[in-house]
């Protein structure tokens, strides 16, 4: 820790004035609270600026001038910025931190936000946007590098008789990460990311430690794609397989449709391979790695194309017919519905855009290479550009008064944006910016958490127009709402789509004061209530508020039975199991 303060000062100092004020927001106490807002605020506009400065000339400056490149580069050869580029950013986020430090006066932490680290160490697990919440400090969390360590690992942990609980990316907004017990075996997938791909038979066969952006870059470079992803990149392919992901691959829903095979390492610390003939092949689906390892995974793939953006502004109660009409069945690869984020002249998820990227027919021939590579998909920038950082700190920062407006202004554009008939490729369109989000990952003030429903389509208007209510009444900053097809799910033991639904998902921002997630914690359970009376399911990605009751509920009494009768049979001892899987598949003694 005193190394961490040593090594990087203003980062300290940030995380210095993000505790003083949240230790405002949480003290009950009139005197505290104005004493804490005194001393934050004069923090942040005198001692603060003052280290940027120190760090600027004594530490960034030089380090910048050392990596100025002598072969003239521009770019490195990923597309990225050069070394160069990248500490020069740096200075000028230095520079800027000190022009703008008096903003501290107003908001206090909105310019040290910028700064915040988080000290990293291999003995903290730090779920994404909860860090603070479920995060927990364990036994050193192992990183195999080969299939053999993994499996030595597993072994170790049988003679131990150790539980077993697995990090993929990390972005799971709860408990599914997190060990029950800080002495049990924690291991990390990260470097198990190797990426085979067989252009004939358009199947790619990757280590489950990759993240999709990792993938997409590799498949685009043979002018192929993924079929089933999340909507966006830095998930892994094991996280994904484990809950199952869906995107907007809408004929499709979930990851397991596009699954040829897994293999995994089961509780004997055997590696096996499991196809859909098998029956712990659906076991792996949406269970949250509760029934093995998954080491790597076959998928199919396709071919990347040309795409048009196209859109439709639709009603409410006549989303439904409208997809099965015009979109369902006519070969389009990608579709969303956005659900309306204006919440001035109305409630939010009023109406729906009917947001599709149809095969672009009219691409000149000579544009049409086969294989299309499409040219500058870089990897994203590691943590998004100056401007997306900007924003989203101004969305944190500004009250629901002017978020709102903001919002309005950027939902009007959006989905103008949206009717521009806009071209791209399918791996652009499967590559949204998302990295500015991480920055958000230092700080335990700030977030952006997520909720999703899967629900019939008969349920589909009421419930758009209830949440929609919620929200508005609870002052919750969207920033984000869609509504995505998910066809009904034959594989998975536990299925969230076990007849067609539609998954309607939305992202906010999150102040994470006690009290601020209080009352979040009071809408989703009411949402959740709500949900439940009309027979609907909640995705299992997300904060672990419902209880188990309402998790069998939702997921259905029967098939959680069966699916513990299968863990009976396959990880007898579980071997296998995080908090998530602790507090909601495990059956509780009566
Ligand atoms: C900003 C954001 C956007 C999202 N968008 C979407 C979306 O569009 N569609 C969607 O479906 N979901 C979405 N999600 C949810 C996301 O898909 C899941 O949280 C996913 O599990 C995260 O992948 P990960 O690699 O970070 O998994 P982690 O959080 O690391 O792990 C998730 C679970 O998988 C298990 N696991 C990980 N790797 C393995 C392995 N190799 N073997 C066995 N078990 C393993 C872990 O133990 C854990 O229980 C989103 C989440 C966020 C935060």
């Keep these: ?314 009603e409410l109660q006549d989303f439904d017919r409208v997809y099965k009409d015009k979109i369902k069945g006519k070969g389009i690869p990608l579709f969303g519905g956005r659900l309306c984020l204006d919440a001035l002249k109305g409630n939010p998820l009023r109406y729906v855009e009917m947001d599709r990227f149809e095969e672009d027919e009219k691409v000149d021939l000579k544009f049409k290479a086969i294989p299309l590579v499409t040219p500058n998909l870089f990897l994203e920038e590691e943590s998004g550009t100056r401007m997306q950082r900007i924003s989203l700190q101004a969305t944190a920062h500004f009250t629901y008064f002017t978020v709102s407006r903001l919002l309005s202004n950027f939902w009007k554009r959006e989905s103008d944006k949206m009717h521009q008939k806009t071209k791209m490729t399918l791996n652009e369109a499967l590559h949204p910016p998302i990295n500015a989000l991480k920055m958000l990952h230092h700080s335990n003030l700030h977030s952006q958490w997520l909720q999703e429903y899967f629900i019939k389509p008969e349920n589909l208007p009421y419930f758009l127009r209830y949440l929609g209510a919620e929200l508005k009444a609870n002052g919750v900053k969207l920033i984000n709402a869609t509504i995505r097809p998910t066809p009904k799910d034959t594989i998975s033991i536990l299925p969230y789509a076990e007849q067609d639904r539609y998954a309607v998902v939305l992202c906010f921002n999150q102040y994470k004061t006690q009290k601020e997630i209080a009352r979040t914690r009071r809408w989703i359970e009411k949402v959740n209530r709500q949900l439940i009376a009309q027979g609907d399911v909640y995705y299992q990605a997300y904060m672990p508020y419902a209880t188990q009751e309402q998790f069998e509920t939702c997921y259905g009494k029967e098939r959680v039975q069966k699916m513990r009768d299968l863990k009976q049979k396959y990880d007898p001892q579980n071997r296998f199991g995080n908090g998530h899987t602790a507090k909601y598949f495990e059956k509780k003694c009566s």
């Design 1 to 314: 820790m005193v190394s961490f303060a040593l090594k990087h000062p203003t980062a300290t100092i940030a995380r210095g004035i993000e505790n003083l004020v949240m230790a405002r927001a949480d003290s009950k106490s009139l005197t505290v609270k104005v004493g804490y807002q005194i001393l934050a605020t004069t923090i942040s506009v005198t001692v603060f600026p003052i280290f940027l400065g120190i760090e600027l000339f004594f530490k960034r400056i030089p380090i910048a001038l050392r990596s100025i490149s002598l072969s003239g580069k521009k770019v490195n050869s990923d597309g990225g910025l050069t070394p160069f580029q990248k500490n020069l950013d740096k200075v000028a986020k230095f520079a800027f931190g000190i022009i703008f430090s008096p903003f501290g006066l107003r908001w206090v932490d909105s310019i040290s936000g910028f700064f915040l680290k988080r000290h990293h160490t291999t003995t903290g697990i730090y779920p994404f946007g909860v860090e603070g919440i479920y995060g927990k400090t364990v036994s050193p969390i192992q990183y195999p590098n080969t299939i053999e360590e993994l499996q030595n690992l597993v072994k170790n942990a049988i003679k131990r008789n150790q539980q077993i609980s697995v990090i993929g990316a990390g972005m799971s907004q709860g408990t599914q990460t997190i060990p029950e017990k800080a002495d049990h075996l924690v291991i990390h997938t990260q470097f198990l990311k190797q990426i085979e791909i067989d252009e004939n038979n358009n199947t790619a066969t990757i280590g489950s430690g990759a993240t999709w952006e990792q993938v997409q870059q590799a498949l685009n470079q043979k002018g192929k794609s993924s079929i089933v992803k999340q909507a966006s990149d830095p998930f892994s392919i094991g996280g994904s397989i484990s809950i199952n992901c869906h995107g907007w691959a809408h004929e499709y829903g979930s990851i397991s449709s596009v699954v040829k095979s897994l293999r995994i390492i089961n509780d004997k610390g055997e590696l096996v391979t499991l196809t859909p003939k098998d029956e712990q092949f659906g076991c792996m689906f949406g269970t949250l790695g509760w029934f093995g390892i998954v080491v790597d995974v076959t998928f199919k793939i396709r071919d990347n194309v040309h795409l048009v953006e196209k859109s439709e502004r639709v």
